[in-house]
């Protein structure tokens, strides 16, 4: 028998992935660049048979534009968060855009979700706590997904201070 004590990983008490949305797809993408295209090119066109031929130029760099705009826009929605919470742990871990991975383990008997609300709008930021460290999590939901995501998180902290439980 070795010591290794990944040969029976700890059931996971909770598990999420917090992904950054995003309203429009590739396809859609497509479309709206296409669309914009078209209309840049019409308009582009006019000025150009009214002698304006400059402006042909604007139009096309307004295109080019708003394409980088939206491929920044779509590369930074590459980052992501992960949440896990076993009975003896919890790990968060955090994927930036380009791939950088930045990683915390805590003990779930000393963390405590901490909570900024406004009055109107509901949960604006959620903080792990844990002796003296507190880190940000949830940053890409909404206030209500922020309720429902802490909600979920409570309780499985909650269930992991009780301890394992034991089955014959």
Not at 52 to 78: E, M, S, T
Not at 97 to 114: F, I, K, M, S
Not at 124 to 150: C, H, N, Y
């Amino acid at each position: 028998m070795s010591g290794d004590n990944n040969a029976f990983p700890e059931p996971k008490i909770f598990a999420a992935t917090i992904t950054p949305h995003r309203s429009l797809g590739s396809t859609g993408f497509l479309i709206l660049m296409l669309c914009i295209g078209a209309v840049s090119f019409v308009s582009g066109m006019v000025f150009l048979l009214l002698g304006a031929w400059p402006v042909f130029g604007f139009f096309g760099l307004d295109v080019l534009l708003i394409y980088v705009a939206f491929r920044a826009n779509f590369r930074a929605a590459r980052a992501y968060e992960e949440v896990t919470v076993t009975a003896s742990e919890l790990t968060l871990r955090k994927v930036s855009h380009h791939g950088v991975v930045r990683e915390w383990t805590l003990n779930p008997v000393w963390v405590q979700l901490d909570r900024i609300v406004h009055e109107e709008f509901g949960i604006e930021r959620l903080f792990l706590v844990s002796r003296g460290r507190r880190l940000q999590i949830a940053g890409f939901l909404g206030p209500d997904e922020k309720a429902s995501f802490a909600q979920a998180l409570s309780a499985a902290l909650g269930e992991a201070k009780r301890g394992p439980t034991r089955t014959k």
